[in-house]
């Protein structure tokens, strides 16, 4: 069984920074693809950043400039660092995960996710 765990949200204040964290566990064999959607209320899930296996990252162009992916392939971990955040941040930030299990063929998992508000 894969369990994507996402873990760092919170309240910021306009301005203010965030890092998300996201742990993959189980019976993993390969990780391919690591990435940050969200989503807001009323609004359909929107990519953030994506991180492929080669660490090459991708980003939504409102983000680009303030946020940053990263993984650490001996951890099974994929970060989100958030700077300058704006209230139309504010969302559930979801981790996903495309990868291969020693039962299960390549697909995406994803976690719960985390909530993000940002308010003054």
């Known amino acids: 069984q894969v369990q994507l765990v996402e873990s760092g949200g919170g309240l910021v204040q306009p301005g203010g920074s965030l890092k998300l964290s996201c742990v993959a566990s189980?019976?993993?064999?390969?990780?391919?693809?690591m990435g940050w959607y969200r989503q807001a209320p009323g609004k359909q899930r929107e990519l953030v950043a994506r991180?492929?296996?080669?660490?090459?990252?991708t980003y939504a162009d409102s983000v680009k400039g303030r946020f940053t992916i990263s993984r650490d392939n001996a951890k099974n971990t994929v970060y989100l660092q958030m700077n300058s955040l704006k209230p139309e941040d504010t969302a559930v930030y979801y981790c996903?995960?495309?990868?291969?299990?020693?039962?299960?063929?390549?697909?995406?998992?994803w976690g719960r996710g985390t909530q993000v508000t940002v308010s003054s």
């Open positions: 991180i492929d296996s080669g660490a090459i990252p």
């Open positions: 189980g019976s993993i064999l390969t990780i391919y693809g």
């Open positions: 996903n995960g495309n990868l291969v299990t020693a039962l299960v063929d390549r697909r995406d998992y």
